[in-house]
């Protein structure tokens, strides 16, 4: 099993090493069995009592980076003591958080910044707008904190939520989340950046990322879906 599981993901040209965590847990389970078989029957308690002590205690050195046990700042000053820094198997920009822990981080101040740009619309045009995210994890943002703000649920190319399409509507006016304004202009008549996401210790990449209201479609939203699926 983990075998096959390595080799599959190792064949992917979009894998990652932590894909195969999971497989571990198999492998690591047959070793115990047999360290424990091949000791001396004398030194199978010695080898159970090592193997605990080590356990608990490994446990309890990487428990905050695995439950929110500490505060922020207070983290952050736990691995600068252990001399650990964040990093990432996407190879992006790290701030001062591990991304697991970054992407916990500024979720309503991503929604704060689509709210204000909702604000700049009329009754009228909210009535048949759209907002479109450039990730599941803004579009699961909105989904989650929008409908208090009054604000739809979100459309994106992004995973599964391409599948489920443009909703409904016709998508007279759409507020993107991008950092890439120039596409924009070849879809709408009309593109002004309304607000910025100020997201904190996010994910540098989600700080600063543009919400641009955009209007007068150049084509219906179902011609250019296609171009927004991005399985990654």
């Not at 505060?71 to 992006?92: C, H, M, W």
């Not at 909105?142 to 992004?158: E, F, M, N, V």
Request: overall charge neutral; proline content about 7%; some cysteine.
């Amino acid at each position: 099993t983990f075998a096959f599981v390595w080799a599959l993901l190792a064949a992917s040209s979009t894998s990652r090493p932590s894909y195969a965590t999971a497989a571990y847990a198999v492998a690591l389970a047959a070793g115990a069995v047999a360290v424990f078989e091949i000791a001396a029957p004398r030194l199978r308690l010695a080898t159970v009592a090592v193997g605990s002590v080590m356990l608990v205690a490994y446990g309890v050195l990487a428990l905050p980076s695995a439950l929110p046990v500490l505060s922020v700042d207070g983290f952050i000053r736990y691995q600068n003591a252990l001399g650990q820094k964040p990093g990432t198997d996407e190879k992006k920009e790290m701030g001062d958080l591990p991304q697991h822990w970054a992407d916990r981080q500024g979720w309503p101040a991503v929604v704060d910044a689509f709210e204000t740009a909702w604000k700049t619309l009329s009754p009228d045009e909210r009535k048949d707008a759209k907002i479109f995210a450039s990730d599941y994890g803004v579009a699961g943002a909105i989904d989650y904190y929008g409908p208090a703000r009054g604000l739809p649920k979100a459309i994106s190319g992004h995973n599964s939520y391409f599948l489920w399409g443009t909703g409904p509507g016709s998508g007279s006016v759409v507020l993107v989340h991008t950092n890439e304004e120039a596409p924009l202009h070849a879809l709408f008549s009309e593109v002004t950046l309304a607000s910025r996401v100020a997201c904190g210790r996010c994910m540098p990449y989600e700080n600063g990322v543009g919400i641009y209201v955009c209007k007068g479609p150049k084509m219906p939203i179902e011609a250019f879906w296609p171009r927004t699926k991005n399985f990654s």
